[in-house]
């Protein structure tokens, strides 16, 4: 399943982004790679927890979680947050 996804990205020290696509999740995965490489041009909830923290792009790691129904493609995704029951998450305002 690699279309309308719920997916999770992880860091070392243990801080979590859920987010959800539409797109192919390889498609959205690099979007989020190349905002961490050019995050002082393009800065993302994402990018800028990892300049904070200094992390390196390879520790970016990822599943998807879960496949999304059409209609929910657009679902608020606190609510996706808290149904995974994720409570370490990157609380930065959403950027991307």
């Not at 959205?28 to 200094?54: D, F, P, Y």
């Amino acid at each position: 399943m690699s279309k309308n996804v719920i997916y999770y990205l992880k860091c070392l020290c243990r801080k979590g982004y859920v987010g959800k696509t539409n797109r192919m999740v390889k498609v959205r995965l690099n979007e989020h790679r190349s905002s961490i490489r050019n995050a002082h041009s393009k800065m993302t909830s994402i990018s800028q927890h990892w300049v904070e923290c200094k992390h390196n792009i390879a520790q970016l790691q990822w599943q998807v979680l879960e496949g999304i129904k059409m209609g929910y493609v657009n679902s608020d995704k606190k609510l996706l947050q808290s149904a995974f029951g994720f409570g370490n998450l990157i609380l930065y305002p959403q950027r991307d």
